[in-house]
Each structure stands twice: as C-alpha cells, then as structure tokens.
C-alpha cells in the first residue's frame, strides 16, 4: 500500500531563503506523486504532479520538486521565499494506476516566513 | 470556468443531528472525491464516485457516513447521528477522467462543527 511521509510538521524560513519542505512516499508500483498548497480557510490547489515524465518537475509559484527513485523522495523547494508563500503544504501519492485515483496524504507542513 | 464549490461553508449541528452536504463538481468532470481534514487525522480519503460505476466506498468511517451522486454531477454527503468526532473540514474534489494522471480540484470545504 502506499504511504506518504512529510518529515517536519512547521518549517520556518525567513523571506528571501530556500525553502525546502521534505516527503518520502512508499509504493510498490511506480508512484504518481503531488504536492498541494492550501491557504486559511480554503480548498487544495494543486502546485506540482510527477507522472513519470521528467524526474524535475517545475510547478507554479516558482516551486519544483525532485523525483528521487533511490531516495524514494519527491521534496519540494523553492529558492527565495516570498510572505505569500506562508500556508500548509501536503504531500500525496496516488493509487493509480489501475485504481481509483484517490489521493493519500502526508500529514502537511507548515511553512512559516518570516519578515 | 467554475471551480468545485461546496455548500454551506459552515455548519453547525447538536450531537445526534443528521447533516448533509453539497458538492457541486467541475462540469464535465466524470470522477468526484470526498476526503475529511481534520486535527487528528490529517486528509482522508472518504469516497470516489466514478461514472455509472459503483462507487468506492473503501475510506467511509462508520455506516452513519454515506454518500450519493445524483445524474453523474451534484453529490450529497450525509452524516447520520452525528459525533463529536466527526468536526472537522469535509472537502470535495472532481477530476476529469483521462488515460494517465488525474488532477483532482478541490473545492473550499464545508466546515462542520458538532457541538
């Protein structure tokens, strides 16, 4: 079965720094792999998929993200942060293929910026 | 277009009430999701609906949860007898199914609170 591992429940970086927020999935089939945003008070966006394709995959935001097979990881980074970037960030896999799709998060991290 | 949009935002209830809420998905959008966001649990998967398919169930907690789609479009989401347990965010996702990747929508959530 798969699972989705996001190490770090609060990251706190000051504006303008790196932010990399860290996910480790378990699948026995090649994963399909996703990192959502998700504002106060407001639904899911989607930033990023990897599908298989290139292993980098560059998102909105100025977000990308790493599919490492050796690592079994996919983390999510962003060179500068902006304040908008503060907002609770999931980590999911899907169950496809050949099922129905539904997603399987990490427990989120919170990304704090400071001024 | 219209994004997934979830009705009411907020609800609250006395323990024991049944509640019921609305997801109206993406038009054109074949698959719809339900999951529950909630402190202790993090995102759960709760239901998929597919098509004419029979849905997946697989994620509902209890059977006071059950769930319907009514022409392929609108879903309602019932809770019977409601618990305390069962506060958190209730979020609705549609997709449109295709050969590869879904990428699932989210709406804003209805917020219910079980007093």
């Known amino acids: 079965a798969q699972s989705v591992t996001q190490l770090g429940s609060h990251v706190s970086v000051s504006e303008g720094a790196l932010v990399l927020l860290r996910c480790n999935y378990s699948s026995s089939v090649p994963p399909y792999l996703f990192w959502y945003v998700q504002y106060p008070n407001q639904g899911l966006q989607l930033l990023l998929k990897y599908t298989s394709a290139a292993t980098l995959v560059k998102g909105i935001n100025g977000f990308e993200a790493e599919f490492k097979k050796s690592e079994t990881s996919f983390h999510l980074t962003k060179p500068s942060a902006h304040m908008s970037d503060a907002a609770e960030y999931f980590c999911a896999v899907s169950d496809q293929p050949g099922n129905t799709g539904k997603l399987i998060f990490g427990q989120g991290t919170t990304l704090q910026v400071k001024p | 277009g219209a994004g997934v949009s979830q009705s009411p935002s907020n609800k609250v209830t006395e323990k024991g009430k049944d509640v019921e809420l609305r997801c109206d998905p993406i038009?054109?959008?074949?698959?719809l999701y339900w999951y529950r966001q909630s402190l202790g649990q993090g995102l759960e998967f709760l239901i998929y609906?597919?098509?004419?398919?029979?849905?997946?169930k697989s994620g509902l907690p209890s059977d006071r949860f059950s769930a319907e789609r009514t022409g392929g479009s609108v879903s309602t989401l019932t809770i019977q007898r409601t618990q305390q347990e069962d506060s958190a965010v209730y979020l609705c996702?549609?997709?449109?199914?295709?050969?590869?990747?879904?990428?699932?929508?989210f709406g804003p959530g209805t917020r219910l609170l079980v007093l």
């Open positions: 609906f597919q098509g004419n398919s029979a849905p997946d």
């Open positions: 038009s054109g959008h074949t698959a």
């Open positions: 996702a549609s997709s449109l199914v295709r050969t590869g990747v879904e990428t699932q929508y």
